[in-house]
Structures are given as structure tokens and as C-alpha cells.
């Protein structure tokens, strides 16, 4: 089985945008643990996520952690759009531009994951 999560939520959406994002983790966690094939991206808003994923306090910190090694990256594009790309460098993630948009940096494309066989999750 493969599955790509994509965590679309912006952090700022209170309780609801956490439940999503402590969701597609939980998700990833699941795949993993059963040695499915996985993959997390953040895109959207969602790219605002990982700098405050990677503070100790935060709730979705260890589960966060334990998945780490699925995370994809993060669209170049949505970062640079929703002003998350500095933060993104300072938590490490890489930036996706396999779809090359115009008037962007370039953005985490869907084709190649379903053309690949992943059935796609969003949050």
C-alpha cells in the first residue's frame, strides 16, 4: 500500500487545524508501523506547520519526531506564499517544486503520486 498525506491546514486554525495535522501524522504513523510505503507533505497554508512541529512543547512534537523520516518536504511555492519559507529552512525540511507553476518557485505536484499508485489523504 502507498500513501501520500498532504497537510493543508494552517496552524492558525485553532483546535480544528491541530486535530487535523495530529491526524495525518497519526496517519503516517499507521502506514509506517505496518511497513506500508508513506509520504507527509505540507503545502498550502499546512507549510506553516513544521517550525512549530519541531518545538519540544508542542503537543504534536514526539508523534511528529517518530514520523519524520516520511516527510517529503515542503512546497516551495506555498511556502514563499504563505510567507513560511524562512521558518521551513530553520526546521530543515526540504522544498518540493516538481510542478513547475508559473509565477512560483515551483509547488509540490499531485500527478507523480497518483501516477505512482499513492492514494493521496489531505488534512
Known amino acids: 500500500m502507498k500513501a501520500a498525506i498532504i497537510v493543508l491546514s494552517d496552524p492558525a486554525g485553532g483546535e480544528e487545524a491541530l486535530g487535523r495535522v495530529f491526524?495525518?501524522?497519526?496517519?503516517?504513523h499507521e502506514f509506517d508501523r505496518?511497513?506500508?510505503t508513506v509520504t507527509v507533505r505540507f503545502q498550502g497554508a499546512g507549510t506553516r506547520w513544521p517550525i512549530l512541529l519541531t518545538e519540544k512543547t508542542h503537543p504534536a512534537h514526539d508523534l511528529y519526531?517518530?514520523?519524520?523520516?516520511?516527510?517529503a518536504g515542503v512546497s516551495c511555492g506555498c511556502a514563499d506564499v504563505f510567507g513560511a519559507a524562512d521558518d521551513v529552512a530553520t526546521a530543515g525540511m526540504d522544498l518540493i517544486t516538481d510542478n513547475p507553476v508559473p509565477g512560483t518557485s515551483g509547488m509540490a505536484?499531485?500527478?507523480?503520486?497518483l501516477k505512482d499508485g499513492y492514494s493521496v489523504l489531505s488534512f
Open 23 to 28: 491526524n495525518a501524522l497519526a496517519s503516517a
Open 109 to 113: 505536484g499531485m500527478r507523480r503520486l
Open 34 to 36: 505496518f511497513g506500508d
Open 65 to 71: 519526531e517518530s514520523v519524520r523520516h516520511t516527510v
